[in-house]
């Protein structure tokens, strides 16, 4: 099959897992960013290349800063999953075998990052807690976008499924007609 057909029979699918993780990665960001913002009214100090940032730029500047680069690398490292998923259906003889590895690599990037980004949600909501600052609409909210994220990840691996059965019934068609 040319790309040109395999693009006709997945670009929907191989978009559709760009946006669901664009989406999950901005609503666990959300929470994320109110904690940490929060915790930065109180004047807790934060480390790293966030506290360069803040630094260099002001803390509503610095925040907005690094919350943008970081949303930029993830959007990033998805793209070019995601490209790697166009590559592996487009081999010839051994896609059966890359193209769901590579969606393993997809989700299993996907659940590492997210996974990750609440577990430093929860960190600066317990940072907000020893402060002494009532943290309950905080952990409302990370579990309201973190059911949201929850279920973007679950689609997302629905639609790798679902291309991939797409991909297999297009390549079946396919090699009949020859």
């Not at 309950?136 to 679902?162: M, P």
Request: aromatic share 12%; charged share 10%; with cysteine.
């Amino acid at each position: 099959m040319s790309l040109r057909e395999l693009l006709k029979v997945n670009s929907r699918e191989h978009l559709a897992i760009y946006a669901l993780a664009a989406l999950a990665n901005l609503l666990l960001s959300i929470p994320q960013y109110l904690a940490v913002n929060t915790a930065l009214e109180l004047a807790v100090n934060p480390k790293g290349a966030t506290a360069s940032l803040i630094a260099q730029y002001g803390s509503s500047n610095g925040l907005v800063l690094d919350f943008l680069r970081s949303a930029l690398i993830f959007q990033g490292v998805m793209a070019a999953l995601v490209i790697g998923l166009v590559g592996a259906a487009s081999s010839q003889r051994s896609w059966k075998w890359q193209y769901p590895l590579t969606g393993v690599f997809v989700s299993t990037y996907l659940a590492y990052h997210l996974g990750g980004k609440f577990l430093n949600a929860l960190g600066w909501i317990g940072v907000l807690e020893t402060s002494g600052v009532s943290v309950s609409n905080v952990y409302g909210d990370l579990f309201w976008f973190g059911l949201g994220t929850a279920i973007c990840y679950l689609l997302g691996i629905l639609v790798l499924r679902r291309s991939y059965n797409r991909l297999a019934e297009a390549r079946d068609a396919h090699s009949r007609s020859y």
